[in-house]
């Protein structure tokens, strides 16, 4: 059945590359919201980075940022620990087994943008994309973007 609403399919093309992220991932022992965050921390690891960048940059809230960073402190990803100069902020930092996964990640990430993108053109693709981030600056005018 054909929708016209374009909220349907945004919402189930989430939910789909989400299911098949966890469903790829897992054999890792991490979730797609864990490599979300992992690779934010890859990105930023040139710099001091606390939750509550994690918090801005995935647009998630403190209690979410908190679960995911506890799991995966757990399963030995990252380190937390309390930050000198504002005790109720926590620094973040990558261990040794977070650079390991990197490369496992960056290939399923790199499988999951071709399927996304085949029979597609280049221009098609760079299209898409930008419609797409000028839906997601529509929808989200209220915060920073």
């Known amino acids: 059945m054909k929708h016209n609403n374009t909220g349907f399919y945004i919402k189930r093309i989430s939910d789909y590359i989400e299911t098949d992220a966890n469903r790829a991932l897992e054999q890792y022992g991490i979730t797609c919201s864990q490599a979300r965050v992992l690779s934010f921390l890859l990105k930023s690891q040139d ?16 209690p979410t940022v908190i679960g995911i960073l ?4 757990a399963k ?37 943008e071709q399927r996304m993108a085949a029979g597609m053109t280049k ?7 930008q ?15």
């Open 70 to 73: 506890q799991r995966m402190e």
């Open 131 to 145: 419609l797409l981030y000028k839906v997601y600056k529509n929808i989200s005018k209220d915060k920073k973007v």
């Open 76 to 112: 030995g990803i990252i380190v937390s620990e309390i930050d000198p100069q504002d005790k109720r902020q926590r620094i973040i930092t990558l261990t040794d087994s977070a650079f390991e996964l990197e490369k496992r990640i960056a290939d399923y990430v790199e499988d999951a």
């Open 47 to 62: 710099k001091v980075t606390i939750q509550k960048d994690i918090e801005n940059y995935l647009e998630i809230k403190h």
């Open 123 to 129: 221009e098609e693709l760079e299209t898409i994309k």
